[in-house]
T-cell receptor
Framework: NAGVTQTPKFRVLKTGQSMTLLCAQD?????MYWYRQDPGMGLRLIHY???????AKGEVPDGYNVSRLKKQNFLLGLESAAPSQTSVYFC??????????FGPGTRLTVT | ELKVEQNPLFLSMQEGKNYTIYCNYS?????LYWYRQDPGKSLESLFV?????AVKQEGRLMASLDTKARLSTLHITAAVHDLSATYFC?????????????FGQGTILTVHP
């Protein structure tokens, strides 16, 4: 039982390149979330999903797209990376109780 | 829109001392979370507070919630070096908020011998 996993753990992109971050959970939770963490700002919600096939915008969605084709996976895409997207990205999953379970994070640098 | 503010943002403590981290939030939030994060690591859930007057304790950490004052506190008793970490509070709601969390800026705690 791995909980929430994220791939990759680290990535360096050049400005304008694209990539997809994968979040996978084995807890059968309905709700999944993508956050970004920047120094001094806590975590901010990018997008979230309340079930398979659904997605919604969070606080800072610009420049990102998401998909939830399967319940266990939540993908975060950057179509054209910018230096402002340099951050640590965390995925989380939540079931019917109140706990949110966070993945280990992906450290992304855009040069 | 929920806003969450923590203070202090930096806290340097001596071992054995007591201190409190404060978490203020702007609008109604029906649950309040406390997380711990070690450098380069993910977030570890410490407490979930669900009602006014809720108090939870684990080891040297105690969290409380006052919904009328829109204030949660994390009290540290007799600090030890192992408590050095960043602590976040986060407000959340159910219903149509779908459990989304709004985080405070984090408090970087350093415990010195």
């Amino acid at each position: 039982n791995a909980g929430v996993t994220q791939t990759p753990k680290f990535r360096v992109l050049k400005t304008g390149q694209s990539m997809t971050l994968l979040c996978a959970q084995d807890m059968n939770h309905e709700y999944m979330y993508w956050y970004r963490q920047d120094p001094g700002m806590g975590l901010r919600l990018i997008h979230y999903s309340v079930g398979e096939g659904t997605t919604a915008k969070g606080e800072v969605p610009d420049g990102y797209n998401v998909s939830r084709l399967k319940k266990q996976n939540f993908l975060l895409g950057l179509e054209s990376a910018a230096p402002s997207q340099t951050s640590v990205y965390f995925c989380a999953a939540r079931g019917n109780v109140y706990e949110q379970y966070f993945g280990p994070g992906t450290r992304l640098t855009v040069t | 829109e929920l806003k969450v503010e923590q203070n202090p943002l930096f806290l340097s403590m001596q071992e054995g001392k007591n201190y409190t981290i404060y978490c203020n939030y702007s609008t109604t939030s029906d649950r309040l979370y406390w997380y711990r994060q070690d450098p380069g690591k993910s977030l570890e859930s410490l407490f979930v507070l669900l009602s006014n007057g809720a108090v939870k304790q684990e080891g040297r950490l105690m969290a409380s919630l006052d919904t009328k004052a829109r204030l949660s506190t994390l009290h540290i008793t007799a600090a030890v070096h192992d408590l050095s970490a960043t602590y976040f509070c986060a407000g959340g709601s159910g219903g149509t908020s779908y459990g989304k969390l709004t985080f405070g800026q984090g408090t970087i705690l350093t415990v010195h011998p």
